[in-house]
């Protein structure tokens, strides 16, 4: 009912940039948050950045300065622009959501995963 697709990862070198995308789509009255999770091989999934739906920002302090989240009300959309890339951002990226459903009750969605990897 209610989809997640993810766009922009890739390979990139040490220092470049990516900008991924995640759109959402479906049975939904509104979106709450919006954040960007990540997991590297044998870690557990973080969180990178978040946005509420009044444009407040959190970010770890890792990616301070280099990430910047940001959202499309109007299109569903949340982006995450990343900057001075380094290995170890090397992960698989993950969207996550916090909807009201038509039906009027708040759901938490994952999207598939886009994979990042930072290596010359």
């Known amino acids: 009912q209610v989809q997640l697709v993810e766009s922009g990862g890739g390979l990139v070198q040490p220092g470049g940039s990516l900008r991924l995308s995640c759109a959402v789509s479906?049975?939904?009255?509104?979106?709450?948050?919006m954040a960007w999770y990540r997991q590297a091989p044998g870690k557990q999934r973080e969180l990178v950045a978040a946005?509420?739906?009044?444009?407040?920002?959190t970010y770890v302090d890792f990616v301070k300065g280099r990430f910047t989240i940001s959202r499309d009300n109007a299109k569903n959309t949340v982006y995450l622009q990343m900057t001075s890339l380094k290995p170890g951002d090397t992960a698989v990226y993950y969207c996550?959501?916090?909807?009201?459903?038509?039906?009027?009750?708040?759901?938490?969605?994952w999207g598939q995963g886009t994979p990042v990897t930072v290596s010359s």
């Open positions: 946005m509420g739906r009044n444009g407040t920002t």
């Open positions: 479906g049975n939904i009255f509104s979106i709450y948050d």
């Open positions: 996550n959501v916090r909807v009201l459903h038509i039906n009027k009750y708040e759901y938490e969605y």
